[in-house]
């Protein structure tokens, strides 16, 4: 019951609703994510913390940056059968339109001086 307890606590905010929304279209980097969500870094690594320990996304290293993405071979049954359910959810939420735009314009090399 942990394993789902933990699950459904990473999705009863708001802002890791639109993290994993945004990830459906891409991988993001914090800085991405923290320039669309208008939050600071800080509080956007917590909640990609939260994310990953439910096992929603996981990160890869690429240089200077962590890239976030979907955690689609996940074996936690839970999260494998959420993630294409979640998909489905908040089509036509005015948030999320917002954010699916934001994400096919913010680049990472502007954000971070590159």
């Known amino acids: 019951m942990k394993a789902m ?3 459904f606590k990473a999705l009863s905010d708001s802002s ?3 993290i994993l929304k945004m990830l459906e279209i891409r991988s993001l980097c914090v800085c991405e994510m923290t320039e669309i969500l208008q939050l600071a870094t800080s509080t956007v690594s917590k909640h ?7 096992g929603l996304v996981s990160g890869t290293k690429e240089g200077k940056w962590a890239n976030f993405h ?7 049954a839970y999260v ?3 993630l ?7 089509p036509d939420d005015e948030i999320i339109r917002d954010d699916r ?3 096919m314009l913010v680049d990472r090399n502007k954000l971070c001086g590159l």
């Not at 990609?48 to 439910?54: E, G, K, Q, V």
């Open 5 to 7: 307890v933990r699950v």
């Open 16 to 18: 890791r609703i639109r």
């Open 48 to 54: 990609l913390s939260i994310l990953r320990d439910a």
């Open 70 to 76: 979907l955690n689609h071979d996940q074996s936690d």
């Open 80 to 82: 494998r059968h959420l």
């Open 84 to 90: 294409p359910l979640i998909r489905t959810w908040l």
């Open 101 to 103: 735009e934001k994400v």
